[in-house]
């Protein structure tokens, strides 16, 4: 069986949406050879990770600290001052790294990369509980998830997991060993949540092969790992539970030392039931919520013989002709559905990056929260929604046709004509009524409004 | 209407708008019942011990010396209101307001939000065991539900309402503001897929209902001369915003109506922040009220929290997550202006882990009891289906 190839699908499906300049990826081929090129996208538009991020959470956390002890002085209304400045300098970090992953997508030509690094973030959701962690979000990405995508999937676990916003998000850094020195001393104890999320979102699926005592167990095996605002990640012997752990049948080195806890999570990242859990999940976020159940076979398997080769798994699902059926019954997420329609428009890279704060706020951060989803806040682990029906909405719809109506014209001048955008957006397959209602509107502003209304752009 | 026969249409009408299902408001169903009932999840774990006060209880001033420095109101000799819900006193007093302490959800784990919020709104125990949410199952119950009976307010994804039964979401500062022509050319490109179809109807009729009534309460106020230009113009942000909101609705079509509060999870300075909060929360009520008229006496508020505190207050002003709390409620149709449920005092001994209040009732058999009273749902259902496994024989009566 050979695959029905089409650019248009092809840069809706598994790449960021057609532009001007970008008519969608001429074969798989071509979308495998960028994929396994240089991360040309992120080397455009870098963004730093943790510990090059500036300021960093600890200057950030003495400025804090030293006006709360400088509390009934005559200096606490200068260190007030100095803290505030931290705290700006890092909302504009957070919006300026936000602005690059946009401009990212929308300039890019290698969009299965952008779209990947999308789903694995949101695989390992993490989210921001105090403002520090705020401006850390998009450093987790470029830490952990985007030198892995097409790397292997245990790295990724193992970087995921042990990064500072995953540790802080599922608390993973109060957790301590019961009979650890620390646990002793202080009463301390364990906190599941991190090993819960890893074995049930992260590895297995709800329905994975795992019990209660599989969760303390590997509570039990992650304690010592910590992280410190100072220095970051950390590995603590004194707050490690001593002894062995079982989980899942596999018993784990007594030794309390990072590289124990390290090779259990590659150990378990290669466990042959992982495959089945990441093989249903890419096939129902890239082409159904109603899985093919050859199409995962067929990645589950690529993903058993490689040991978790993401490259490979990903190359087994643009390669297999079931995930290019015709229909698309997927929704472009909010975040995807702005990025697309930027990409769709034209704007360049740099006047991304330039925007108006106000602008910003505006025509990004609200609108996104009104489509449904807040700006790096899943409301769980869990991640965002996959079904259409969660985010079209009355009120997650009513968002997008707002922003397609009124964004295009802040972001372009002049506007494209909306009888040429509807090739440009559609492709050469445009459905008749979105051209006729594109040619009827009133103003170019509705006309490039319908156009990305239409659900034969917002769906994938 | 297949696609042809709509396209015929619109070509034969031409710009005829009334010919637009997006132009022409739909006509929706009544609810099946004249009650409301309004659920307002406090995220984040209400310290219930610090809100309604046991000042008869020996131990309270013992385990939280530091956060009884600031007085309550006293309700009567057990019992203190925290002063950030003093604007509710007169409600207390009016009999339409009240809590119900000690209590619960089902929820023992290692006191996560996630879960415990979880178990609150999915309504069954374990965390995870079910994919919707308790309101969205009592929807399924009675014939003759519309989307427009019940109604998740703001912008937050509300499990307690999620499921297969339809109902609607709408933030109050959404707008939805198109000339006549996009309309009925938005209604042309959405017309083949029905979610775009439908969520597009109810987008459009319910930015016209807000229209035309910020426009007569704008021609009421002109025409009552003074007594309209005192007329505070109803909230459209924030919290007393989704209020306002949640009201209109409640005062047409929907029955249910349930969002989010936040700014509970005092670890810290306790005394400032929950004071915040729960003026917040005394205002969402008080706009409540006013918003629904003379549907007020025929509403119940719930707010119930994911989990209570610590018994003990913190090194740092403030209390942990903890198990049980307060539940409390508002409305002309409970019976408020007193504390339900059965205390099991603060000695050591007492507390659930010898740390937290000792959950003496499940949250949701109260707010079963509830739907029972106002809306005559029948014991099994409520047992079998929208709580399962929940055992409501020693239910306490809200109910007027």
Not at chain 2, 79 to 105: E, K, M, N, V
Not at chain 2, 300 to 329: K, P, Q, S, Y
Request: glycine share 10%.
């Amino acid at each position: 069986m050979t695959i029905p190839f089409d650019p248009t699908l092809a840069a809706f499906r598994f790449g960021v949406g057609l532009g001007p300049s970008a008519p969608g990826p001429a074969s798989v081929q071509a979308m495998i050879a960028s994929l396994s090129g240089p991360d040309l996208a992120a080397e455009r538009y870098p963004i730093a990770g943790m510990e090059e991020t500036d300021p960093s959470m600890a200057e950030f956390r003495f400025a804090a600290a030293a006006r709360r002890a400088a509390r009934g002085t005559p200096e606490v209304e200068e260190l007030r001052k100095k803290e505030g400045e931290f705290r700006q300098a890092m909302n504009v970090t957070r919006r300026n790294d936000h602005l690059r992953t946009i401009a990212r997508a929308v300039t890019t030509d290698d969009g299965l990369r952008e779209r990947l690094t999308l789903f694995w973030a949101d695989h390992f959701a993490v989210r921001a509980k105090t403002f520090a962690f705020r401006s850390m979000i998009a450093p987790y990405v470029t830490d952990a998830i985007r030198p892995h995508v097409v790397g292997r999937f245990s790295d990724m676990v193992v970087a995921a997991t042990l990064h500072p916003a995953m540790l802080h998000y599922l608390d993973q850094w109060v957790s301590v060993g019961p009979n650890s020195t620390v646990g002793q001393k202080r009463g301390f104890g364990l906190n599941e949540n991190l090993a819960r999320e890893l074995l049930e979102l992260h590895l297995f699926g709800a329905d994975g092969p795992f019990t209660q005592r599989d969760v303390t167990e590997l509570a039990e095996l992650l304690t010592g790992v910590t992280y410190d605002f100072r220095q970051g990640f950390a590995y603590r012997t004194d707050r490690a539970e001593p002894g062995a752990e079982v989980v899942m049948g596999r018993r784990y080195s007594a030794e309390a030392d990072l590289q124990t806890v390290k090779s259990a999570l590659v150990d378990l990242a290669t466990r042959p039931e992982v495959a089945d859990h990441i093989a249903s999940k890419l096939v129902v976020h890239f082409v159904s919520d109603l899985p093919d159940p050859t199409l995962v076979a067929s990645l589950a398997g690529v993903f058993r013989e490689t040991g978790g080769d993401l490259l490979a798994v990903t190359q087994a699902m643009v390669s297999h002709p079931a995930a290019w059926i015709v229909h698309r019954s997927k929704v472009r997420r909010p975040d995807l559905f702005v990025m697309a329609s930027l990409r769709a428009l034209g704007v360049d890279g740099d006047d991304i990056l330039n925007m108006r704060p106000a602008d910003y706020r505006d025509w990004m951060v609200r609108p996104l929260q009104v489509m449904g989803q807040p700006y790096q806040a899943p409301s769980g682990p869990d991640g965002w929604p996959e079904d259409a029906e969660s985010w079209i909405t009355p009120q997650g719809l009513a968002g997008r046709i707002n922003w397609a109506m009124g964004a295009p014209r802040v972001m372009v001048d002049p506007l494209p004509d909306p009888r040429d955008f509807v090739q440009t957006a559609l492709g050469p397959e445009a459905p008749a009524e979105v051209t006729f209602a594109a040619s009827s509107a009133e103003t170019r502003s509705e006309g490039i409004g319908l156009v990305l209304t239409s659900p034969a752009f917002q769906r994938i | 209407m297949d696609r042809r026969a709509f396209l015929t249409r619109s070509l034969a009408l031409g710009c005829s708008l009334a010919a637009s299902p997006l132009v022409t408001p739909v006509a929706l169903a009544q609810g099946p019942w004249d009650a409301r009932l309004v659920v307002i999840v406090l995220r984040g774990g209400l310290d219930g011990l610090d809100v309604i006060r046991p000042i008869g209880d020996p131990d309270l001033a013992r385990l939280r010396p530091r956060l009884m420095e600031t007085a309550g109101l006293g309700l009567n000799d057990a019992w203190a209101l925290h002063p950030g819900l003093s604007g509710l006193r007169p409600l207390w007093d009016a009999g339409q307001f009240g809590a119900l302490h000690a209590t619960s959800s089902p929820y023992r784990g290692p006191r996560s939000h996630f879960d415990a919020q979880d178990v609150l709104e999915a309504g069954t125990f374990p965390a995870g065991e079910s994919r919707s949410g308790w309101l969205n199952r009592m929807l399924g119950i009675v014939p003759g539900m519309t989307a427009e009976t019940a109604y998740s307010v703001g912008y937050e994804q509300m499990k307690i309402l999620s499921g297969t039964n339809p109902y609607l979401q709408w933030s109050p500062r959404s707008e939805l503001d198109l000339s006549p022509q996009s309309r009925r050319l938005l209604d042309l490109i959405l017309h083949d897929d029905p979610i775009f179809r439908d969520a597009a109807l109810r987008a459009v009729d319910i930015a016209d209902t807000l229209f035309t009534e910020a426009t007569s309460d704008a021609e009421d106020a002109g025409a009552d001369g003074e007594m309209g230009m005192m007329m505070a113009p109803a909230p459209t942000r924030g919290h007393a915003g989704v209020a306002a909101f949640a009201a209109q609705r409640l005062r047409a079509e929907t029955r249910i109506a349930s969002f989010s509060l936040h700014g509970w999870d005092t670890h810290s300075r306790q005394d400032i922040q929950l004071n915040g909060a729960l003026e917040n929360l005394a205002e969402t009520i008080l706009t409540l009220r006013d918003g629904l008229g003379p549907v007020w006496d025929r509403t119940a508020v719930l707010c119930m929290t994911e989990f209570g505190r610590t018994a003990h207050e913190n090194g740092t002003l403030g209390t942990d997550h903890g198990t049980g709390g307060a539940m409390l409620f508002a409305g002309g149709a409970l019976r408020g202006g007193q504390v339900l449920g059965r205390w099991p005092g603060l000695a050591e001994a007492d507390l659930f882990d010898r740390r937290d209040l000792m959950p003496t009732s499940d949250v949701r058999a109260a707010a079963g009891r509830v739907m029972q009273d106002l809306f005559g749902l029948s014991r099994g259902d409520i047992e079998d289906t929208i709580f399962p496994g929940l055992d409501m024989t020693d239910a306490p009566r809200l109910a007027v």
